[in-house]
C-alpha cells in the first residue's frame, strides 16, 4: 500500500518560505489516477487543504492561499513538493501530504509540525 | 466551493452506546468523494471510511458509513473506550477540498 512521509524545516522565520517535501513509496506517482495533496492543521483548530498536483503538473490551490502557495511533482524521485511564500505566525501547523483516488482509498502521512517564529 | 456542516458539534456518550454523526453538504457530492476521519490528541487523522461506505484496512465492523448526494452519516455500533476522539468528514470530488468542522465525541 502507498506510504507517504513528509520532510523539511521544521523552524520558518516571518516572510521567509515554507518548503516541504513528501515522498512516496509502495506505488508511483506516474502510475496516475490520483491527486497528490497538501493539508494543514493549525494547532487546536481543523483540517485545512492547501492544493494538490496531478502527476501532469496540474496543480489546483485553496483560493484562500493561492498567492502564496506551489506545488511540484518529481516522478522521478516519486516526490511532490510544497513551496508557501510570505509566512506569518498563522501559517504555524501541522503539515500531511495526501493522496486522492476515485476508485480507491486515500492515504496520509504523519505529518510534519511547522513552526513560524523569529 | 462545497461545505460541510457536522453535527453535532460535540456528542456525549458512554460506552456501549450508538453514535450517530452527521455531515451535511451544500452541494450535491458524488458518494465515491466523502471520506470520514478519527483523530485523537497529537496523532495523524486516521481513515475510516471512504467512498461514503467502504471501510478502510483494520477499522473495525463497528465503524459504518452511509448517505448520498448532501447528507451522510457515520455509525459507531457500539462504542469502545478508544472510540472517544474528533471525527471529520471530507469531500475530496471536487475542487477546493474541504473538511467538516469535526465532531467532538466525548465521553459522558
Known amino acids: 500500500q502507498l506510504q507517504l512521509q513528509e520532510s523539511g524545516s521544521g523552524l520558518v522565520k516571518p516572510s521567509q518560505t515554507l518548503s516541504l517535501i513528501c515522498a512516496v513509496s509502495g506505488g508511483f506517482i506516474s502510475s496516475g489516477g490520483r491527486s497528490w495533496s497538501w493539508i494543514r492543521q493549525p494547532p487546536g483548530k481543523g483540517l485545512e487543504w492547501i492544493g494538490y498536483?496531478?502527476?501532469?503538473?496540474?496543480?489546483y490551490y485553496n483560493p484562500s492561499l493561492r498567492s502564496r502557495v506551489t506545488i511540484s511533482v518529481d516522478t522521478s524521485k516519486n516526490e511532490f513538493s510544497l513551496r508557501l511564500t510570505s509566512v506569518t505566525a498563522a501559517d504555524t501547523a501541522v503539515y500531511y501530504c495526501?493522496?486522492?483516488?476515485?476508485?480507491?482509498?486515500?492515504?496520509w502521512g504523519q505529518g510534519t509540525l511547522v513552526t513560524v517564529s523569529s | 466551493e462545497i461545505v460541510l456542516t457536522q453535527s453535532p458539534g460535540t456528542l456525549s456518550l458512554s460506552p456501549g452506546e450508538r453514535a450517530t454523526l452527521s455531515c451535511r453538504a451544500s452541494h450535491s457530492i458524488s458518494s465515491s468523494y466523502l471520506g470520514w476521519y478519527q483523530q485523537k490528541p497529537g496523532q495523524a487523522p486516521r481513515l475510516l471510511i471512504y467512498?461514503?461506505?467502504s471501510r478502510a484496512t483494520g477499522i473495525p465492523d463497528r465503524f459504518s458509513g452511509s448517505g448520498s448526494v448532501t447528507d451522510f452519516t457515520l455509525t459507531i455500533s457500539r462504542l469502545e473506550p478508544e472510540d472517544f476522539a474528533v471525527y471529520y468528514c471530507q469531500q475530496y470530488g471536487s475542487s477546493p477540498l474541504t473538511f467538516g468542522q469535526g465532531t467532538k465525541l466525548e465521553i459522558k
Open positions: 495526501a493522496t486522492e483516488s476515485v476508485v480507491g482509498r486515500p492515504y
Open positions: 467512498g461514503a461506505s
Open positions: 498536483i496531478y502527476k501532469s503538473g496540474n496543480a
